[in-house]
């Protein structure tokens, strides 16, 4: 089943297009990533999906229902972790997890809260106002999931976190995929995207790149580099690698075809070649890659 569905959604704030006939489905259970560089439209469409700015062009579903008709019964099935974090200063942060907990008509489990506090490392007598950039993410991180929502819409939520943070927030975010959420994240830290999530979207300028599966996609194709005064470009090239750099003494190549072939043409070279590098393209190369064949398309 589609969580989200977006259909063709556009926006236009005044003459500028922040967002640009967008579609793509987040199914249940996906760990969704959501990718772009700064001003790409990314809080923007999170936006549109939890329909605090309405779409100029589309539509959009959640959970097979159209918003805003049913917009109240939708959204308590949502968590959401905004960008930037801006709660009531004076509450703190034990009151604001209570407010949560009321909204949604939940009494709530006291070993639960306890356990998202020390998990988090969070000081529940602190006034928000008084926390760190940090600890007030971290508070919204626990509001946005006290509520056992089945989907989590989380707008960089590692933005403020120290490392040993983002790894318990992941670990956590992968114990809720694992139990059936369905999570749609968007961040700038493509290792971690590369690392948990089993899906990826690529949006540049309000334009959707691409999308991939990251189950299995990057596992196939080989990112190879050659080293040497004499770099067999034209017979890489013969086998089907792409050559996507070429210096002086170093080219480096995408190769998805059958590795036998590659590596008995490596083999031929190897007297002329210093280093030979065979691994696999990481998340940073493809999104690269994609991102200059859209340019070169245009
Ligand atoms: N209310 C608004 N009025 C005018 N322009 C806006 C408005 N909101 C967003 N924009 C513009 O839309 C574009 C997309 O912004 P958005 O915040 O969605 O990008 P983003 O991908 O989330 O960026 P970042 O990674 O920097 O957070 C930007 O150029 C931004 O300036």
Redesign the pocket.
């Known amino acids: 089943m589609s969580v989200i569905e977006l259909s063709h959604i556009s926006k236009r704030?005044?003459k500028?297009v922040?967002?640009d006939d967008l579609s793509f489905t987040v199914e249940k259970g996906e760990f969704f990533g959501f990718i772009?560089?700064?001003?790409?439209?990314?809080?923007?469409?999170m936006n549109m999906i939890l329909n605090f700015i309405k779409q100029s062009r589309g539509e959009i579903a959640l959970f097979g229902q159209q918003i805003p008709e049913h917009e109240l019964d939708v959204k308590i099935r949502i968590g959401y972790v905004p960008?930037d974090v801006r709660f009531y200063p004076q509450l703190s942060v034990q009151d604001l997890i209570h407010y949560t907990l009321d909204f949604h008509h939940i009494k709530g489990d006291k070993a639960e809260i306890d356990r998202y506090c020390d998990l988090f490392q969070i000081d529940r007598k602190k006034k928000f106002g008084d926390l760190s950039l940090g600890n007030k993410k971290k508070v919204a991180l626990v509001c946005s999931m006290i509520h056992h929502p089945e989907l989590l819409i989380m707008?960089?939520p590692t933005n403020g976190l120290d490392p040993l943070m983002h790894a318990r927030l992941f670990r956590l975010l992968k114990e809720k995929q694992n139990q059936g959420v369905t999570i749609f994240l968007?961040s700038?830290n493509l290792k971690e995207v590369e690392d948990y999530c089993s899906k990826v979207a690529f949006?540049k300028a309000?334009r959707l790149v691409g999308v991939e599966d990251l189950t299995t996609v990057n596992k196939k194709v080989k990112i190879i580099t050659l080293k040497g005064e004499k770099l067999p470009v034209e017979q890489m090239e013969a086998i089907g690698a792409e050559c996507i750099k070429q210096e002086d003494h170093e080219a480096r190549f995408i190769y998805e075809q059958e590795l036998g072939r590659l590596f008995a043409t490596l083999s031929q070279f190897a007297a002329d070649l210093d280093d030979i590098t065979v691994g696999d393209r990481d998340l940073e190369e493809q999104f690269m890659a994609m991102y200059e064949n859209q340019e070169a398309a245009r």
């Not at 772009?36 to 923007?44: D, I, R």
Request: no cysteine; aromatic share 10%.
């Open positions: 704030f005044g500028f922040a967002v772009g560089p700064n001003g790409a439209g990314k809080s923007t469409t960008s707008d960089e968007s700038h949006i309000g």
